[in-house]
């Protein structure tokens, strides 16, 4: 895809569908400059397609985005095995953060998720791997978040944004957090 091309993507697709990378990486060819490039391009911090609405967040479209872009998607859409899917299919159901944390349990282990310290997902980004830091929390919005290779979080949500700092988004609720890696 063209830059101008997705340029226009990235403005204009819906946060329900897919949207397909201009720049990926992939297992084998990981690199923590060609994750930040990845990161880079979705423009997070100022990107309508993540912006927060009075109803919602979109912090699970933006990991969808990331990790699709790095061939080991966390899904948006899920079919009856809970498998990524498309919109359309037959089946689909939309995911949430809080959903997300469980699929990571069950369904993430499978496809290639492996749970670590927060210390070793940030070694982990710092060599390129794909890494996220994922909150469920019961009564209220969970929240999941991509770990960057300096350590930093990228994330949607009520903050949009790259370089914040772990302590300030997750500082309230720490240690209910696990972090995810995928080699």
Same mark, same amino acid.
């Given at each position: 895809?063209?830059?101008?091309?997705?340029?226009h993507?990235?403005?204009?697709?819906?946060?329900?569908?897919?949207?397909?990378?201009?720049?990926?990486?992939? =297992?084998?060819? !990981?690199?923590?400059? $060609?994750?930040?490039?990845? %990161? /880079?391009?979705?423009? #997070?911090? &100022?990107?309508?397609?993540?912006?927060?609405?009075?109803?919602?967040?979109?912090?699970?479209?933006?990991?969808?985005?990331?990790?699709?872009?790095?061939?080991?998607?966390?899904?948006?859409?899920?079919?009856?095995?809970?498998?990524?899917?498309?919109?359309?299919?037959?089946?689909?159901?939309?995911?949430?953060?809080?959903?997300?944390?469980?699929?990571?349990?069950?369904?993430?282990?499978?496809?290639?998720?492996? =749970?670590?310290? !927060?210390?070793?997902? $940030?070694s982990?980004?710092? %060599? /390129?791997?794909?890494? #996220?830091? &994922?909150?469920?929390?019961?009564?209220?919005?969970?929240?999941?978040?991509?770990?960057?290779?300096?350590?930093?979080?990228?994330q949607?949500?009520?903050?949009?944004?790259?370089?914040?700092?772990?302590?300030?988004?997750?500082?309230?609720?720490?240690?209910?957090?696990t972090?995810?890696?995928?080699?």
């Amino acid at each position: 895809m063209s830059p101008k091309r997705w340029s226009h993507a990235l403005a204009t697709t819906p946060p329900w569908q897919a949207l397909p990378a201009h720049i990926t990486s992939t =297992q084998g060819a !990981r690199s923590a400059a $060609a994750y930040a490039d990845v %990161l /880079g391009q979705f423009c #997070v911090g &100022s990107c309508r397609r993540y912006a927060p609405t009075k109803m919602a967040t979109y912090c699970n479209i933006f990991v969808w985005d990331v990790t699709r872009a790095m061939g080991c998607e966390i899904p948006h859409w899920i079919d009856a095995d809970k498998r990524g899917c498309e919109p359309g299919d037959a089946g689909a159901r939309e995911t949430t953060a809080n959903y997300l944390a469980g699929w990571l349990e069950d369904v993430g282990r499978a496809q290639g998720w492996e =749970q670590h310290t !927060r210390r070793m997902c $940030a070694s982990l980004a710092a %060599l /390129g791997f794909p890494t #996220v830091a &994922s909150l469920q929390s019961h009564g209220r919005h969970g929240h999941i978040a991509m770990v960057s290779p300096d350590g930093t979080l990228a994330q949607a949500g009520e903050r949009c944004g790259t370089g914040l700092l772990v302590a300030d988004v997750l500082g309230w609720c720490i240690n209910d957090v696990t972090w995810w890696g995928h080699p």
